[in-house]
């Protein structure tokens, strides 16, 4: 509950920034499974719209949603193909999905596809720069190689589940800021990373140097995700 309120603060904080600014928004939670994150979004005012493969998932958002008199609509349906117009969404939400679905692409262009201009994405991945991980009680499992990782993939859900951290299905794909930033930059993105987005307002002195350098010395930027095991991006949709 905190990481997500800690989300969608910064998602407000950066949409009032925009000319355009609206008190309501329209939300897309992409993969919301039990609409945490959608009915803290809903408590709030805005329109969400949350999205799920999993049917008995939406039917415990619907149900806890009903509970807390919140008005989100959800439904049953594929993140490669969202049943949602183009440029509908002020803000797409993909929190940890990229790296469970083999089309990532598809995911991506469709969360792209639905935003408004102007209109953000949030996202929050993999980090393969990092050789610490949530995914797998294996060391430095981030940087095997790619064959290596399949094989451990196929042990996860067959005959060794032990090996895995937290998740029935652990992750498939692995992703850097750098990668993904190139992706979405393709695609008229402006992406904002974890240094791009610390609030210097209530830090020491030393604090706000630390992340003055990180921001302006491309070297310590990158020392800093390779010390992050998780990917945070939050980026907007160019006019």
Not at 42 to 47: F, R
Not at 127 to 137: G, V, Y
Request: proline residues 6%; charged residues 25%.
């Amino acid at each position: 509950m905190k990481r997500f309120t800690r989300v969608r603060d910064k998602a407000i904080a950066l949409l009032a920034q925009r000319p355009e600014n609206r008190s309501s928004l329209q939300v897309a939670d992409i993969g919301c499974g039990a609409g945490t994150q959608s009915r803290l979004w809903a408590q709030l005012g805005h329109h969400v719209h949350g999205l799920d493969v999993n049917a008995p998932l939406i039917e415990v958002a619907r149900q806890r949603a009903e509970d807390e008199h919140l008005d989100i609509e959800f439904a049953v349906g594929s993140a490669t193909e969202l049943p949602y117009a183009d440029k509908m969404m002020d803000v797409s939400l993909l929190p940890e999905l990229l790296e469970h679905v083999v089309d990532w692409e598809s995911v991506l262009n469709e969360a792209a596809r639905i935003l408004k201009p102007g209109g953000l994405l949030f996202l929050s991945t993999t980090n393969w720069l990092c050789p610490k991980q949530d995914e797998f009680e294996l060391p430095l499992y981030s940087w095997y190689p790619g064959f290596v990782k399949r094989k451990y993939e196929h042990l996860a859900v067959t005959t060794r589940p032990e090996i895995v951290n937290h998740a029935k299905y652990p992750a498939v794909n692995w992703f850097s800021f750098y990668s993904l930033s190139r992706y979405l930059g393709q695609r008229g993105f402006r992406c904002l990373d974890r240094f791009d987005l610390i609030d210097t307002a209530n830090r020491n002195p030393l604090e706000k140097a630390v992340a003055t350098m990180a921001r302006t010395l491309p070297p310590l930027r990158f020392a800093g995700h390779l010390l992050t095991p998780g990917t945070v991006i939050f980026a907007f949709k160019q006019p």
